[in-house]
Every structure is written in structure tokens, then in C-alpha cells.
T-cell receptor, first 113, second 114 residues
């Protein structure tokens, strides 16, 4: 199935550093979602974006819906050890009865105290 | 707590066994999904149910059989699985037909086929 290009694949940073990751697609989406997944758990929704150009924050997290509707980025400021996990972007198109999510390949984040 | 509950959390089964995974959501959603997450692979959509009707089967082998008796419950019946079917199976729900809607996931069932 279709996938989103998510980068970087992994990041190893020091506590306190800022982090940036992004997703790109060859086609447009109506919604961008960012999820975090801890080991052995299901993905948890962090931020949802609904309009091109929208910039939304959730605590230390900030995400933007690209103007072209083909990309999105997620920034984490002042990282802490509990930020460790896998971050997924997901794009959603409206069409038909269900709004199917297409997921990125994930960014593994490791934070060293 | 996301409002989507999956049981069991862990399951070990032999290749000749028959087992079922259960998903229940208390969010009032009418769309439910099964995803498979294998090691080092992205999330793979398996099935989509919309108002209890299956609307998508993403070329899933017949040894996986979904069932959606009502909009709040979703099952995945498993039989004669292979070791490569070992993975984290995730259930999600959303509200179909709405412009601004998010999907919420359960905690997953870690399946090991021996």
C-alpha cells in the first residue's frame, strides 16, 4: 500500500536538545496526524492538523501542515528522556465512507540523559 | 486510556490453534480498523469496517477472519497461522464521514506464533 516518506529514520540526541522530523507525500492530504508509540503499546495521538499552513502546539510539541498539503513536520523542544519512542505521521484523505489513514515509516527517537 | 481496549495484550499460539483477538471502543465511533505492525515495518492496514460492514480487505490471507457484530466491537479470528504472522496487532476506531476526525488506537495484542 501507499506509504509516506518520513525522515529521519532514527535520532539519538542529548536531553535538552530540540528535535525535528518530517513527512512528505507525492499526493495531497486533507488531514495530517502525528502519533507517538511506546514499546509494546499502541500509537497515541499527539497532534492533528486540518488546514494547509496550520501550525499547532501541544506543550513542547509543534507541528505544521505544509502549504502544498503534501508535507508536515513535527518539532519537539527541550527533549526529555520520556520523549523516547517511535513517532509516526499519518495522512488522511476524505473519500467514501471511511477516512483511511496512511502511515509514515516512523522516526525512532532516543534521548540520552 | 484512549477509549479503545484490546484483549488479550499478549498471545502465544501454535500453528494449529484457533484464537480470537477482541477490540472494544467506547467512543461512539462507527468505523473500526485492524492494523498489523511487524518488526521494522510500517503499520499495515488489514481491514476496515464502517457501520458494521467490511469496506476494505487489504489482500489479507484467509487465515485471518474479521468479525464486527456491532459498531463497538471488532474481532479478529485466527486459525492455522504461520510464524511470520507474529506481530503487534492494533485496533483503531474513528468517526466516518466527518471532515475533522482522528483515529484512536488500542494498546495492541502482541501475537507470537510458535
Amino acid at each position: 500500500g501507499q506509504q509516506l516518506n518520513q525522515s529521519p529514520q532514527s535520532m539519538f540526541i542529548q536531553e535538552g536538545e530540540d528535535v525535528s522530523m518530517n513527512c512528505t507525500s507525492s499526493s495531497i492530504f486533507n488531514t495530517w496526524l502525528w502519533y507517538k508509540q511506546d514499546p509494546g503499546e499502541g500509537p497515541v495521538l499527539l497532534i492533528a492538523l486540518y488546514k494547509a499552513g496550520e501550525l499547532t502546539s501541544n506543550g513542547r510539541l509543534t507541528a505544521q501542515f505544509g502549504i502544498t498539503r503534501k508535507d508536515s513536520f513535527l518539532n519537539i523542544s527541550a527533549s526529555i528522556p520520556s520523549d523516547v519512542g517511535i513517532y509516526f505521521c499519518a495522512g488522511q484523505r476524505y473519500g467514501g465512507a471511511t477516512n483511511k489513514l496512511i502511515f509514515g515509516t516512523g522516526t525512532l527517537l532516543a534521548v540520552q540523559p | 486510556e484512549t477509549g479503545v481496549t484490546q484483549t488479550p495484550r499478549h498471545l502465544v499460539m501454535g500453528m494449529t490453534n484457533k484464537k480470537s483477538l477482541k477490540c472494544e471502543q467506547h467512543l461512539g465511533h462507527n468505523a473500526m480498523y485492524w492494523y498489523k505492525q511487524s518488526a521494522k515495518k510500517p503499520l499495515e492496514l488489514m481491514f476496515v469496517y464502517n457501520f458494521k460492514e467490511q469496506t476494505e480487505n487489504n489482500s489479507v490471507p484467509s487465515r485471518f477472519s474479521p468479525e464486527c457484530p456491532n459498531s463497538s466491537h471488532l474481532f479478529l479470528h485466527l486459525h492455522t497461522l504461520q510464524p511470520e504472522d507474529s506481530a503487534l496487532y492494533l485496533c483503531a476506531s474513528s468517526q466516518p464521514g466527518m471532515m475533522n476526525t482522528e483515529a484512536f488506537f488500542g494498546q495492541g495484542t502482541r501475537l507470537t506464533v510458535v
